[in-house]
């Protein structure tokens, strides 16, 4: 992985923290379906008016059906499930759940893009595991599990982001990634529009301004350029190596948590954090690649 793909991935890492936070805020005027809507129907609506300069072919035939059913997946069903799960719980919990994410994605990408977990990588999953222990703070007096039943239907729309990628890494070896993101997006949002998309219209409209904000940054920040930018690095690099950047977003999670929802922070969420960055340096240290020095002035003899 580049310095340059790793750096932005963390970046997008927060944001897609944040949309924890931002689903509670949304909340009160939308409702899940509504969410999920209008965050990937104005994402898909944005590139299909980019569509002439999207770079690489459409996919087309068995791929083109792949997509579709790619973005039924996780485009209809999986975030509805992420975000209802979110409802349920507090935003810093299913931060701290939103670990499993990179456990899950990797284990599947050994199984079925037979890639190699090599023992440094398998540390870096370790020190991770165990930062959201930290977070979790499961030695206190007072440590409550979440909900089973609210934990397993957030963190069943973790099946769904796997499969995005571990699915999509050979098709988008054949078509353009931006463009696989493009149709999926389309083709979840009819999906949306057929089941909510009548009260998700009248929502919006009413929506206040602050909202849209939100609204479009998870649109166009977090899916739009998100999901196409994740495809360019899994494409040239293993899925594996990228999902270790997932771990940052419980540290993300829960003090944007705390800082935009007033929620309450304690010491284990210090220590999870630094077990985690931990894992990242771990896991991460000969997965960057910089680009090979010229040599200036060597003559041939």
């Known amino acids: ?3 340059a793909s790793l750096i932005i991935l963390l970046v997008l890492n927060f944001f897609w923290a944040a949309s924890l936070s931002a689903y509670k805020v949304l909340g009160a005027n939308l409702s899940v379906g509504g969410i999920v809507t209008l965050r990937f129907g104005i994402a898909g609506l944005s590139l299909l008016l980019l569509w002439p300069w999207l770079p690489g072919i459409a996919p087309r035939g068995r791929d083109l059906l792949v997509t579709c059913g790619m973005g039924l997946i996780v485009f209809t069903l999986g975030h509805r499930l992420q975000v209802y799960g979110n409802s349920l719980s507090l935003a810093s919990n299913t931060s701290v759940l939103t670990a499993i994410e990179p456990l899950l994605a990797g284990i599947a990408a050994a199984l079925f893009l037979r890639e190699h977990i090599g023992p440094r990588r398998m540390v870096g999953f370790a020190f991770g595991l165990l930062g959201v222990v930290l977070l979790n703070g499961v030695w206190r007096a007072d440590f409550h599990w979440v909900g089973l039943g609210a934990s397993l239907i957030f963190m069943s729309s973790f099946i769904c982001e ?17 463009k696989v993101v493009a149709l999926s997006l389309l083709v979840g949002t009819a999906a949306n529009l057929m089941i909510d998309g009548r009260q998700t219209l009248a929502a919006a409209v ?3 301004g602050p909202q849209w904000a939100l609204v479009l940054t998870l649109a166009w ?3 739009a350029f998100g999901y196409a930018f994740w495809f360019l690095v899994i494409r040239e690099g293993e899925v594996s190596v990228a999902v270790l950047t997932i771990y940052a977003q419980p540290v993300f999670g829960v003090l944007l948590a705390r800082v935009w929802l007033g929620e309450q922070l304690h010491w284990g969420q210090f220590w999870g954090s630094c077990a985690i960055v931990i894992g990242l340096l771990i896991g991460l240290s000969r997965q960057i690649q910089r680009p090979p020095r010229s040599v200036v002035g060597k003559t041939s003899r």
């Open 221 to 223: 920040v977090c899916t």
């Open 206 to 208: 009413a929506l206040p």
């Open 162 to 178: 796997a499969a995005f990628s571990i699915v999509g890494k050979p098709l988008i070896a054949r078509a353009g990634p931006v």
């Open 1 to 3: 992985m580049k310095p």
